[in-house]
């Protein structure tokens, strides 16, 4: 089973700053990774997938980066609403992982 | 509308069983693998099982296998999970998920349900 670590657990930033997120595999998941933003008593949504690509919708500030073990989100300046939790999931094999999720709150 | 929609979830004491429903309408069902993935309150998400678009290949996380059984009804575009064996660390939302590319192994998910909630606990 690979192992997705997500960092930090937390996130304390204001709006307009720029937030980087880690997502670390424990073994090689090619670009298959994907992020999905979570808020509290909504389903996920898909934001990036195959670890660079913005899914349809998805604003320009958000941005994907990485291969193989590392993986990173950025948002490039926080808006209100990107207030929420954030996890990774690769397709590389099976089973399917997600990570254990960043929280993104307001300082 | 493009959606799923599941149902049957519920209280149940440890050792019993369920059969969660997700009913998928606006897209071509049968052409679509399907997922649940599931959340404990408060915690993160995990991802359960998952079917083929024939139901012919079917995958399990190692937390449910033996346990549980995903089937689906391609006439009636619907997703099933029968979960047995209950325990209290299944207590969790159970979402159904629709991949985002028919035909294969593009397990990215890109239209959730808003869930069913399973309580097991006596």
């Known amino acids: 089973e690979i192992v997705l670590t997500q960092s930090p657990a937390t996130l304390s930033l204001s709006p307009g700053e720029r937030a980087t997120l880690s997502c670390r595999a424990s073994q090689s998941v090619s670009r298959y990774l994907v992020w999905y933003q979570q808020k509290p008593g909504q389903a996920p949504r898909l934001l990036i997938y195959?670890?660079?690509n913005r899914a349809t919708g998805i604003p320009a500030r958000f941005s994907g980066s990485g291969s193989g073990t590392d993986f990173t989100l950025t948002i490039s300046s926080l808006e209100p609403e990107d207030f929420a939790v954030y996890y990774c999931q690769h397709r590389s094999s099976w089973p399917l992982t997600f990570g254990g999720g960043t929280k993104v709150e307001i300082k | 509308e493009v959606q799923v929609l599941e149902s049957g979830g519920g209280l149940v004491q440890p050792g019993g069983s369920l059969r969660l429903s997700c009913a998928a309408s606006?897209?071509?069902?049968?052409?679509?693998?399907m997922s649940w993935v599931r959340q404990a309150p408060g915690k993160g998400l995990e991802w359960v099982s998952a079917i083929s678009e024939s139901g012919g290949s079917t995958y399990y996380a190692d937390s449910v296998k033996g346990r549980f059984t995903i089937s689906r009804d391609n006439s009636k575009n619907t997703l099933y999970l029968l979960m047995s064996s209950l325990r209290a660390d299944d207590t969790a939302a159970y979402y159904c998920?629709?991949?985002?590319?028919?035909?294969?192994?593009?397990?990215?998910?890109?239209?959730w349900g808003r869930g069913t909630l399973v309580t097991v606990s006596s």
């Open positions: 606006g897209f071509s069902f049968n052409s679509y693998g």
């Open positions: 195959d670890a660079s």
């Open positions: 998920a629709k991949p985002t590319r028919p035909y294969g192994d593009y397990w990215y998910f890109d239209l």
